[in-house]
C-alpha cells in the first residue's frame, strides 16, 4: 500500500540529500493533489507549487492578489498526498516572512521561495516590474531563515533584477542573498545557455532553472541544465496549462456537437482514476477498520 509515510522532516532531509548528489532534480508544477500523485508515480524528484498557478486556480492574474491562507492551504492538500518534497513560491513573502515560515514549515513543505519584486508584483517573464532594495530583500531572507525550526527547510532566493538592472547587478544581489543565509539561488528569466553559465560561474551555491513556456528563457534539456551546473529544474505552470488546453477543447467539442462521444478517448478513465487515489486499498483499509469497530458490538 502506497499511503504517504514520510513525515515532512524525513522529506527535507530527502531534499538536501538529493541536493548533495550533485544531480539535477526534476521538479513539476503541480495546480492540484492529484496532479502531485502523479508526479510522483512517474518518478519526478520533487512537487512544486507555482504562486502564479494558484493565482490562476482562482481566476487572478499572478499581480500579489494571493494571501498567505490561499497559498498555503492549497499547498498544505498538496504535499500531504506524496511522499516527495514540497517547494513553494511564496510570491514576495506576504505581509510576515516569519509567520510565512512558520504557516509553511507546519504545513509539511520543505523548501520556500521568495523574490525582491515589490508587494504588488508580477509574473517573472513579463516586462515592468519594479524591484525592492538589495538591503530590503537581505533583511527578508535574514527573518525567513531566523524563523525555521528545522534547519533542512529551505529557503530559496530569487532574483527578478536580470531584467530591470542587468546580470552583474543580479548576481551581486545574488551574492548578497546567499551571505544572509539563502542555500538556493533562483535567477529569473536569464535568456539563454551564455547567461545561466555566467551565474553559475559567479555563485558558489545551489542554482534552480526555471523552465516555463512562453518565457524570456530557451527551453534546455535536463541533461543541458546538470552540465552547466545548476541544481533544480522547475516546470511551473506546465501541467495547469495541459488541463486547461485540453478541458478547454473538450467542453468546446461537447458545446458544438452535444455529446462527448468524440473525445472519450482524450479522457482519463474511471479505473485510471481510481487506481490514482488508490480506491481499492483505502477501500480495504475502510473495511477493516469498520469490521474491527462492529465487532462485539451486535
Known sequence: MHFVDKKPEEKRIDLDNKLKSNKILRIPGAYNPLTAKVIEEIGYDGVY????????????????????????????????????????????????????????????????????????????????????SKEEMTKKIKECVD??????????ARSDAKSVEGIDKMIDRCKSYIDAGAEIVFPEALKDETEF??????????????????????????????????????????TQRLAMKSVEDGLRAIFADGHQNNIIDK?????????????????????KIYNFSTEGHE
Open 49 to 132: 507549487v507555482s504562486g502564479g498557478v494558484m493565482s490562476n486556480d482562482l481566476g487572478y492574474p499572478d499581480i500579489g492578489l494571493t494571501t498567505l491562507s490561499d497559498v498555503s492551504n492549497r499547498s498544505k492538500q498538496i504535499a500531504r498526498v506524496t511522499n516527495l518534497p514540497t517547494i513553494v513560491d511564496v510570491d514576495t513573502g506576504f505581509k510576515s516572512c516569519k509567520d510565512t515560515v512558520s504557516t509553511f514549515e507546519e504545513f509539511g513543505i520543505s523548501a520556500i521561495h521568495l523574490e525582491d519584486q515589490i508587494t504588488q508584483k508580477r509574473c517573472g517573464h513579463l516586462d515592468n516590474k519594479e524591484l525592492i
Open 147 to 156: 524563523a525555521r525550526s528545522d534547519k533542512n527547510f529551505k529557503i530559496i
Open 267 to 287: 479522457m482519463q478513465t474511471r479505473k485510471r482514476l481510481y487506481d490514482l487515489v488508490e480506491y481499492e486499498k483505502y477501500n480495504s483499509l475502510d473495511e
Open 197 to 238: 553559465e555566467k551565474v553559475r560561474k559567479s555563485l558558489d551555491s545551489y542554482l534552480l532553472a526555471n523552465m516555463t513556456e512562453f518565457g524570456k528563457s530557451k527551453l534546455l534539456d535536463f541533461k543541458r541544465l546538470e552540465e552547466l551546473g545548476y541544481n533544480i529544474v522547475i516546470y511551473p505552470v506546465t
